[in-house]
């Protein structure tokens, strides 16, 4: 008997390196057996060659490349309008007929040169995608938030998370009503596309566009309040919000991702003594999650892992640890000493693989806290070293 060996889809995102790109990239990547990812630089489309070489490697592409703002609106409707012909034509080209992915947006019927360029663009990819018997997926995206976003271009929320991480005063131009997606939505949303075609196998051309249902909906001053108590209750007195909806999870867990590793942390906690003993209060939690404690012998270190929905905090009350935290992606590992005569901690943003070491010569008395309590059947933990 013959056992068929699936092969991973080949995937590409042009973007890779946005905000969205990174998201979709790094969880694409959690699953290699299915999907083969294909690097993808932006000095491509300045390169006929690497361009089609490129296109001719993808079994889908996913085009995230567009321009947002920029102070000609002209020149976001040409930039955006040029990188769809330039994909088009390394298509053309090579003769290639992968799986086109296209992130367009709501603003789409809006009068404004960004929302032409992207109505403009899946119109583009649509006809090539009828002409040369292509699969085609539009996905029409409300506004997007989430951790890495970039202040005063991504989103609102990135803009408010960053001022009031970094002592700005947040401003409120226009208080209108947002219909708001949580990035790993999209994510989830482009991963099911690509596997809802993958499966078809009626062999039949697949042109579509699906309109993508915003998760939450609020107004600016709305948001502003949100993020501004996460600011007061975590700054002033280190608190964990009770996180009450899945919106306002995944507002924290934006907020966390902006604050300043390297100044902030680690972060002082009161210790209070008197002829009992001491007392130090690690957590203030509005509600849920999971606190946990352990203990670790000299020299052993725990974790090495990341997470991509949990937020943790490592709070050292006993003994000399070193914590390590590295962006998956990046190569910048960030070191932190704790000693448990000084009691402090450190937060885990998401997609942060992360460690702590015993470097003392007692046993390390540590307690951890997360957002959300462990699941053994979906305990989003994931391997990799600092």
């Avoid at 997926?137 to 408010?160: E, K, M």
């Avoid at 005063?169 to 596997?195: R, T, W």
Wanted: negative net charge; proline residues 4%.
């Amino acid at each position: 008997m013959t056992i068929a060996v699936i092969s991973p889809r080949r995937i590409g995102i042009t973007g890779q390196a946005g905000f969205m790109g990174t998201h979709l990239y790094n969880t694409l990547g959690l699953q290699p057996d299915k999907y083969e990812r294909i690097p993808f630089e932006d000095a491509f489309f300045d390169d006929r060659k690497k361009l089609e070489e490129w296109v001719s490697a993808c079994d889908v592409i996913i085009h995230l490349a567009a321009m947002n703002r920029h102070n000609d609106p002209n020149e976001i409707y040409h930039t955006n309008i040029r990188l769809v012909r330039l994909l088009i034509d390394a298509m053309e080209e090579t003769k290639s007929t992968p799986h086109v992915l296209f992130a367009s947006s709501t603003q789409e019927e809006r009068d404004n040169q960004y929302g032409k360029s992207k109505k403009e663009g899946r119109s583009l990819l649509e006809s090539w995608a009828e002409k040369n018997q292509g699969n085609f997926t539009g996905l029409i995206i409300p506004n997007v938030f989430g951790p890495f976003g970039n202040p005063y271009y991504n989103s609102v929320v990135a803009t408010f998370c960053h001022q009031l991480t970094h002592d700005e005063q947040p401003l409120i131009d226009v208080d209108g009503e947002l219909k708001l997606i949580y990035v790993a939505e999209v994510v989830q949303n482009f991963m099911e596309q690509i596997d809802k075609v993958h499966k078809n196998n009626q062999g039949e051309v697949v042109i579509e566009t699906i309109q993508l249902h915003h998760s939450a909906q609020a107004r600016v001053s709305a948001i502003l309040e949100i993020l501004g108590s996460f600011r007061t209750g975590y700054f002033e007195k280190g608190e964990i919000p009770a996180l009450a909806t899945p919106f306002e999870r995944n507002l924290f867990i934006t907020f966390l991702c902006f604050i300043d590793h390297k100044s902030f942390f680690p972060y002082k906690l009161k210790l209070n003594t008197d002829q009992r003993g001491s007392f130090v209060e690690t957590i203030r939690h509005q509600g849920g999650g999971q606190v946990s404690f352990s203990t670790t012998v000299p020299g052993i270190t725990r974790g090495n892992h990341f997470h991509t929905r949990k937020a943790e905090r490592f709070a050292v009350i006993k003994g000399r640890a070193v914590i390590e935290l590295r962006r998956i992606g990046t190569r910048e590992v960030l070191s932190f000493e704790l000693d448990g005569d000084h009691p402090s901690f450190v937060d885990m943003p998401v997609w942060y693989t992360h460690n702590i070491t015993n470097i003392g010569k007692d046993e390390l008395y540590t307690i951890f806290w997360s957002n959300e309590q462990f699941d053994p059947d979906d305990p989003d933990t994931y391997f990799e070293k600092v």
